[in-house]
Structure formats: C-alpha cells, structure tokens
C-alpha cells in the first residue's frame, strides 16, 4: 500500500522564515543594541533640529493653556534664571522624539522583520505608516479638542476669587505629558494587528479578556494622566477602551490563521483522493 502523496510546501507560509539567518542569544543581543543606537542618533539628530525652534515651539503648545486664563493674566511665570533655558531643552528633547518617531519605527521593525515570513514582511510599510499617522492624530487630537477644553474645566474648579500662577516647567510637563500619551494611546490599534499578524495574540484572547483590559486601561489612565482628576481620566480612558476594541476588529481580519489539525490534512486528502 502506498504511502499518500505530501503536500508541496506552502510558499506563503514555509516552515521557517524565507532567508532565516540562525542566530545566537548574544547576536539578537548584538543587534538590539545597534537598533538602539541607531533610534538614539535620530533622536539626537530630532532634538538637534527642533532646538533651534524651541521658544517658537513652546509658545505654540501653550496656546491652550494661555487661551485658559482671564484676560489681563495670560502669562507664564519661571521661579529662576535657569527654568526657561531647562524648559527649552526639555521641548527641544520631546520635540526631537515626536520628529525621530517613524525613524525609531523604522528600528524596531528592523529588529523583528528577520524573524517574519514573506507575507508579514509586506505589512512593514502599512506598519509604519499607520503607526507613524496615529501617533500624530492621537497628539493632534489632545492639543485641538481635549484641551481647548479640559484647561477652562480645570480652571473653574479653583473657584472665581482664586488666581492662577502658572510656571513654565509645570505647564510644559503637563502639556507634554498629555501629547505623548495620547499619541501612544493611539498606537494600540497597531500594536494589537502587528502582535496578531506574527501570533503571538489572537481575537478570541483578546475578546475573553475584554473586562480585564478595560480595568488595565482605566488604571493605565490613572497613572498616566496628570491632573489625576475624573473629567482628564475619562479623556485618555474611553480612546484608550475604544482603540482595544478595534484592535480586536484587527486582530480578527488580520490575524495569523491557526494551521490545521493532522487529522484534518489526513481527511481532506484522502476526500480528494
């Protein structure tokens, strides 16, 4: 009796990854490092170039909260000669960050893409572009329509007999503070497809768990967020419990497909035998 024909392997989804180069704990150690430094220099190099615009830059971001004060008192206050120079550097090193952000991209996917198949490799440029875009929609979205907003509702707690003496470096802190977590924030849909397409996560993990993501979120919220009041942690709250689940959407479209059963490879040859 003779054995029945094996199936030709899968060009799409070979055994190993297509060009695999084996590599040893202390050479994945190796390129890590030099995926770091490369991500360092463009932040460097980010950092160098948004510096030479810092005041310009700082200004900008401020509008929000300058636009938050009564008339007569928009105004920023610095407690010594060296907070306006430390509050510069500071936007020169954040604005370096938000500049450098598709280059660190970049990085990480040319740490991971060795260990990729043919077709997870063709999402690189989707990766990139749809996380490099979200990061800017989530910092946009904070500085137009969550602050115009949450700085006047802020305010009005104090009271109307109370004045506001605001600083630079606390205001920076927290202006910034907000940006970079809600452009991560709107990273997770990214995140979610990309751990879903390499398989390390699928959507009926990511859809069981749904309750504890949602407290994760709301504890993630609170301690990312600054005022630490309500009304600014169901600001990064909801987008953050929103984005996870159209992460679960992706996860379900893109997501690896589970490979079948032996049994069920021996069953459907022997049908089409």
Known sequence: ??????????????????????????????????????????????????????????????????????????????????????????????????????????????????????????????????GTTLFYAG??????????????????????DMRPLLTMREQLTLVLAMLLGFGIIFEVPVVIAFLSIVGIVDYKFLAKYRRHAVIVNVLVAALVTPTGDPFNLALMAVPMIVFYEVGILLARVLGKKPAPEPEAEAQAGQAKA
Not at 56 to 68: D, E, G, H, Y
Not at 139 to 160: E, N, R, T
């Open 139 to 160: 910092a946009a979205f904070c500085y137009f329509l969550v602050m115009p907003y949450a700085f006047p509702a802020l305010a009005s707690i104090a009271g109307p």
């Open 1 to 130: 009796m003779t054995e029945p024909a094996q199936a030709p392997p899968d060009s799409e989804n070979p055994a190993e990854p297509e060009g695999e180069v084996r590599a040893s704990f202390w050479d994945h150690l190796k390129e890590l490092r030099t995926r770091l430094a490369h991500a360092l220099i463009g932040v460097a190099v980010g950092t160098a170039a948004t510096g030479i615009y810092a005041e310009q830059i700082f200004r900008f971001v401020m509008k929000p909260v300058l636009a938050s004060l009564p008339e007569g008192q928009r105004a920023l206050n610095y407690t010594s000669y060296l907070e306006p120079f430390l509050v510069y550097l500071k936007v020169a090193l954040y604005g370096g960050t938000f500049v450098a952000a598709p280059w660190v991209l970049w990085q990480l996917w040319l740490f991971v893409a060795p260990g990729l198949y043919r077709r997870e490799k063709r999402m690189v440029v989707p990766f990139l572009a749809s």
